[in-house]
């Protein structure tokens, strides 16, 4: 069956300090995407990233970095120099191949970044 | 280009009454998704559709349902609220199915 888990429920950490938000999921699929969505306090949901089961590239974008490891079924969410604005509930969620655009969702990291 | 609208943002129902919500997607998008968002189960996937078809549906009562028109604008409804039915109702659009979605601000629905 299709699963996402993010196992850290809360991070705190000091501005400028470097923080990973882990994210396993398992899936029987072999053509499947995975997400990472922000939601600040406001409640929308905010798109980060797409990435397809066949491009284990990893990814940097400014300060966000993603790393995909199909051998261990992880996606690996990656801030250096963290700030306050990336306070948030981070998401990662799984969407299969035959499945449409309908995401498994984890239940969320929730990141609290202190000045 | 204007993001994924929803209406309202804040709902007030009594249990047994049912609420119609809308959603509007980024222009171009043909594909509407629906979540469910609690603190208890997270979010769920409620139904998805393209071109006007529901083309997925989650583990849902049949009193969440839900429709798309031909502008692919999006009505989700529930009927005989329940209290658990309160919750933040997320709508999603995306160009098509499989690509990247972009979500609305929600709407809050409290049943009292």
């Known amino acids: 069956a299709q699963k996402v888990t993010q196992a850290q429920t809360e991070i705190s950490v000091v501005e400028k300090e470097d923080v990973t938000l882990d994210c396993v999921y398992e899936t029987r699929d072999t053509t499947y995407y995975l997400f990472w969505y922000k939601q600040p306090p406001s409640g929308e949901l905010v798109f980060l990233i797409r990435r397809n089961s066949f491009d284990e590239q990893n990814e940097i974008s400014g300060r966000y970095s993603w790393n995909f490891q199909k051998s261990t079924s992880s996606f690996n969410f990656t801030i250096t120099a963290s700030q306050v604005v990336d306070s948030a509930v981070y998401f990662c969620a799984l969407s299969e191949g035959q499945a449409g655009t309908a995401l498994i969702f984890g239940k969320g990291t929730t990141l609290s970044v202190s000045s | 280009k204007a993001g994924v609208t929803q209406t309202p943002r804040y709902l007030i129902k009594t249990r047994g009454q049912q609420v119609t919500l809308s959603c509007s997607p980024i222009s171009g998008h043909r594909s509407v998704s629906w979540y469910q968002q609690t603190p208890g189960q997270g979010l769920q996937f409620l139904f998805e559709y393209f071109s006007e078809t529901q083309r997925n549906k989650g583990n849902f009562p049949g009193r969440f349902s839900g429709r798309q028109f031909s502008n692919s604008r999006s009505e989700m409804n529930v009927s005989t609220l329940e209290l658990g039915d309160s919750a933040l109702y997320l709508c999603?659009?995306?160009?098509?199915?499989?690509?990247?979605?972009?979500f609305g601000q929600g709407t809050r629905l409290t049943v009292v």
């Open positions: 999603a659009s995306s160009e098509f199915m499989n690509t990247e979605a972009f």
